[in-house]
């Protein structure tokens, strides 16, 4: 498939190979030649509500750190990932970013998973004035508090993360375009605007809504939900979930035979076999979402990233792994351009200037470390993952017109 291009504006430096290794030092380390590991601090969900995809980030920073070692270390010398576990909870993560900077005395951060402790991480890091590159935290609550030190590695904050979706949507023959919709949402800094964005979209284009609720981030039970929601009759249900509730309502909805024309749900259909597995594989057709990454794209790095995924922890790499591999893929950028880690503000101008090629194509951002780009909208087709939009870089010939359990591999 063609290179994904994300990037709305050039650049006038050379493109950037991020897995080719600078040899020079680090800061006052020039002179002397230090040989002590480079630390890299982060803490993850790997507990608690967001430990499936917390797990996922963690792998695919093991997968970067791999690479760079491999290749010679970032700026000569080997780098150390220092992970703490912040079991999903707020409080937790600021001692934590706390604790890496202060006590272990990490020489760079990256970020958590989801916007809901990226948010807490992020002021942490700012107060320390340390770059904070973000794999996954896409709330634009992030980018208006005027940080100069954060910067999210994804396509496009969660407000714009649906629009390629929502606007195909709406342009389609007026026999197939839904007409009511339904919107589910967990109550979370990212999945609230996602669902939000294309609700804006759809609504102007004169789509109703049908039903709107959002949830608490410990629901476990979603039948009241989906019996408000088939009472209601929407031709789409556009859901805003994270990765165990967008579980919970599928199967809630089967349990209740409810079935909309069309289901696109947030995150929860990019964690690959384990969401297959988890609401059976025979009901996934049809099933759309944003996503970040394709395996098969022709990026920097890509093939390298999907085969030491494999090697290391086996299968294809789910989105989040990608979306944390990306992250030290700027980070590495940064560093190896400005060629001193000690240099934190001068890293985070680098990026304010400069777009950098990565896995999940090439990124630039805002003076607010917002980023400039449109996401992939992946569907589930025969057990498996298809790209679908935008046209000129899908994997397939046509997108499955609309939800259909029970009905994959048939």
């Not at 009511?180 to 979370?188: L, N, R, S, V």
Request: glycine residues 10%; proline residues 5%.
């Amino acid at each position: 498939m063609p290179k994904l291009s994300i990037s709305r504006r050039s650049t006038s430096l050379a493109v950037i190979s991020v897995l080719l290794l600078g040899a020079a030092a680090c800061g006052g380390d020039s002179q002397g030649g230090s040989d002590a590991p480079i630390k890299v601090g982060t803490s993850l969900p790997l507990t608690g509500e967001f430990s499936q995809p917390g797990q996922a980030a963690e792998e695919g920073y093991q997968v970067w750190q791999e690479l760079v070692n491999d290749d010679g270390g970032l700026l000569g010398r080997e780098v150390e990932l220092v992970v703490k576990d912040d079991a999903s909870n707020q409080n937790t993560i600021v001692a934590d970013y706390n604790a890496l900077i202060s006590q272990d005395d990490v020489d760079l951060l990256v970020g958590t998973f989801s916007s809901l402790l990226n948010l807490p991480a992020s002021a942490v890091a700012e107060r320390n004035q340390m770059l904070y590159v973000e794999p996954a935290g896409g709330s634009p609550e992030i980018f208006s508090r005027g940080f100069e030190y954060t910067f999210f590695s994804q396509q496009a904050t969660a407000d714009k993360q649906g629009e390629v979706f929502a606007n195909w949507l709406v342009d389609l023959p007026e026999g197939e375009r839904p007409q009511t919709a339904a919107y589910p949402t967990i109550d979370d800094p990212f999945a609230a605007p996602n669902v939000h964005g294309i609700r804006a979209i759809l609504e102007d284009a004169g789509i109703e809504t049908v039903y709107q609720e959002t949830y608490a981030i410990d629901t476990k039970n979603f039948d009241t939900i989906v019996n408000g929601m088939k009472a209601a009759s929407p031709d789409i249900v556009v859901h805003g979930a994270v990765f165990e509730d967008g579980v919970g309502l599928v199967r809630s909805m089967l349990k209740a035979d409810f079935e909309p024309t069309w289901l696109y749900q947030t995150s929860a259909p990019s964690h690959g076999d384990q969401y297959a597995e988890a609401i059976g594989t025979e009901n996934t057709e049809g099933i759309l979402y944003a996503v970040s990454h394709a395996p098969q794209a022709q990026t920097p790095g890509n093939d390298e990233f999907v085969a030491k995924y494999e090697e290391m922890f086996g299968g294809l790499p789910p989105e989040d792994a990608a979306d944390a591999f990306a992250a030290g893929q700027v980070l590495q950028a940064a560093v190896d351009a400005v060629g001193d880690v000690e240099d934190q503000a001068g890293m985070a101008e680098w990026l304010r200037n400069n777009s950098v090629d990565t896995i999940l194509g090439e990124l630039e951002w805002n003076d607010d470390g917002s980023p400039i780009g449109e996401f992939l909208i992946g569907q589930w087709q025969g057990g498996q993952v298809e790209f679908v939009l935008p046209e000129d870089i899908a994997s397939v010939d046509k997108i499955v017109d609309g939800w259909k359990p029970g009905s994959a591999g048939e």
